[in-house]
C-alpha cells in the first residue's frame, strides 16, 4: 500500500475496531478470573487512558524493552501489540526488567519518513506522522506534508523495518480485521465520503476520534503526493468550497502542488 501513492495508507492498529475497547474488555476479564480464583481485590484497569508510563512499566514488568523507535518490542512477539494494565492492591512478586536487543540495529532511524527519531531511543513527537495525522487538529506544517506520503492516519514504518517483527504473527482477533476495505481503499474514494458516511463507517474504530474535518486535511495532503492525475485534480476541486478553513487550505496546498508538478513538466520538455 505504501509503494502505491494513489492508494490510501491506513496505519493496521486502526483497521478494525479501537483496541481501547477491546483491551479493556480483556483486563476486566483478567481481573474476573482472579477474583474467582482468590476472592476480591482492589484494582483498575488502564488502556492508553490516563497519565501511565504504560512502555516503562512494560519493560520493568519483563515483558520487552523499549527499542530506539521507542516502542516496546517483545523478543518472541515484535511490536505489533497494545499495552494495557490492571493497578492492583495485591502483593505480587516483582518481576526482572527485559534487556534491550536493537544492538547495532539502526533501521528505524534510517527509514523514518519524516526523521522523527532523532537520536537512538529519542523521538520528537512533532515531526512523527504519527502524530501529524491522529493527534494534531490544526495545520500540518507545510515542510512536513511531503514527508507524509500517503499515509492518512498513523504511521507503522519504524515498525514495519523492525527485525524483531518478522517473527510476529498477525492478530486471529475478529474485531482486528479491517472494516470498509480500509487496508485497500483508494485515496480518492475515501476522500468522497460525506461527514455523515464517515461517521457511520467509523463507528467503533479509533479513527472516528479525529473527526471529518481532519480526516479530510489527512486525505488532501495524501492527494497532494499523488502522482498528478486529472481525477485527482477533479476530486480535489470538489473540496475547494468545503465549509472548513483547514481543509480548503489542505486542498489549496495539494492542487498548487500538482500545478507546480505540471510547469516543472512543461519546462522540462522544452528543455
Ligand atoms: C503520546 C503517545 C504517542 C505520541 C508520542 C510517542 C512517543 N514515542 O513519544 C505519538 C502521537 C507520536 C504516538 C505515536 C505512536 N504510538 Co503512541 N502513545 C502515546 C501515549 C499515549 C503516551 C506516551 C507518553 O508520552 N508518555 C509520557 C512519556 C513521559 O513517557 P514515555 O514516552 O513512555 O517515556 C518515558 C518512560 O518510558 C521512561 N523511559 C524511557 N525509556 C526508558 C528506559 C528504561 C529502562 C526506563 C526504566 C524508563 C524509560 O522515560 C521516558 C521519559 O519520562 C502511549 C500510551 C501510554 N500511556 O503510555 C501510547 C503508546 C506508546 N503508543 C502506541 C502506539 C501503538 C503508537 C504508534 C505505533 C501508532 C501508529 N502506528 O501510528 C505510533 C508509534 C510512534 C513511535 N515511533 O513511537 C502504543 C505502543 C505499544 C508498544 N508496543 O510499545 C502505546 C503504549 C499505546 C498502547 N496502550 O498500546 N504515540
Ligand atoms: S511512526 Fe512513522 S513518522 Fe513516527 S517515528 Fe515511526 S516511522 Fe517515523
Ligand atoms: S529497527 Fe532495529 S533499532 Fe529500531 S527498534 Fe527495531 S531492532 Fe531496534
Redesign the pocket.
Known sequence: MLDSPAQAFV???ALGRD?HKL?RRRLQQLADRIGTAIGSFGYRA???S???????L???AGL?W?GK?????NSKAG??????ELYTDLELPIDT?ATDHCGSCQA?IDVCPSR??VAP?Q?D?RR????LN??LRGAIPVELRPLIGNRIY???D??LVCPWNRIARPSAEPDFAPRHGLDSATLIELFAWSEAEFLQRTEGSAIRRIGHECWLRNIAVALGNAPRDTTIITALRSRLDHPSGLVREHVAWALNRHENQAVAANAREYE
Open positions: 496505519s493496521r492498529y483496541y483491551l488502564f488502556v492508553d490516563a497519565p501511565v508510563l504504560e512502555k516503562a512494560a519493560q520493568q520487552g523499549i523507535h521507542t516502542n516496546l518490542i511490536s505489533w501489540f497494545f499495552l494495557g526488567p528505524c522523527a527519531i531511543y523521538l513527537a512523527c506522522i504519527s502524530y491522529i493527534e498513523g504511521c507503522d519504524c515498525q
